[in-house]
Nanobody
Framework: QVDLVESGGGSVEAGGSLTLSCVGS????????MGWWRQVPGKAREKVAT????????VYADFVKGRFTVSRDQPRHTMYMQMSDLEPADTAVYFC?????????????????WGRGTQVTVSS
């Protein structure tokens, strides 16, 4: 079990920036991959970015490449996502998710552990 808590959501104007955080906690000694998904009402949840246990080579969805940056602070069990040049289309609830190793950021599609989400609203 990995417990995940997101923070950092809020309201910004188009072109603005936000940084989301996700703190993970687990009693297991196993490492885990982490990622961000987002969802708007009436639509399926979509993958935004994922990162491996080592925090290197994050994988991004095409619609955020060049605008979002994911990183991990291993000692603090925290994953961050810096979001810049935000667009109204980025408005969604953003969820943090995790999957125990063995895992792969490229093929992380159905992680079993999820946070409750944090709302991001971008106004035009």
């Amino acid at each position: 079990q990995v417990d995940l808590v997101e923070s950092g959501g809020g309201s910004v104007e188009a072109g603005g920036s936000l940084t989301l955080s996700c703190v993970g906690s687990t009693a297991s000694r196993r490492n885990y991959c982490m990622g961000w998904w987002r969802q708007v009402p009436g639509k399926a949840r979509e993958k935004v970015a994922t990162v491996s246990t080592g925090g290197v080579n994050p994988v991004y969805a095409d619609f955020v490449k060049g605008r979002f940056t994911v990183s991990r602070d291993q000692p603090r069990h925290t994953m961050y996502m810096q979001m810049s040049d935000l667009e109204p289309a980025d408005t969604a609830v953003y969820f943090c998710a995790a999957e125990f190793f063995p895992c792969n950021a490229v093929h992380m599609d159905n992680p079993p552990y999820w946070g409750r989400g944090t709302q991001v609203t971008v106004s035009s």
